[in-house]
């Protein structure tokens, strides 16, 4: 427990700078869908997953073409929850996180 008596770090609506990192180094990979393309964005996954922190987790992200992540947000519903905690556990080991 940090000094505040919070459990959780709060929620931060702003990147840090190494989650920055971690976002710029995610885009450096393909697009998380198969299509193949060279990932521009990354995509908070809608789905929940035990290793996310909040809702909007900067950690817990996937690479993504920017037309693969309209379609998924136009959907309405992903299953990438599995990838992301995945690709945060790879950029662990990377030293990026």
Known sequence: MNLTG???PK???????REKA?????TNLPCVCGCGG?????????????EQRWRR?????????AHCHNKVHAKGSD???ADAAWLRQ????AGML
Do not use: C, S
Request: no cysteine; net charge positive.
């Open 57 to 65: 987790d900067h950690e817990f992200v996937t690479p993504m073409t």
């Open 22 to 26: 971690y976002h710029i180094w995610l």
């Open 79 to 81: 299953t990438l929850a």
């Open 6 to 8: 919070r459990i959780k």
């Open 38 to 50: 060279q990932a521009t964005v990354v995509h908070h996954p809608l789905q929940r997953h035990p």
């Open 90 to 93: 790879r950029g662990i080991a």
């Open 11 to 17: 929620y931060n609506p702003t990147p840090t700078k």
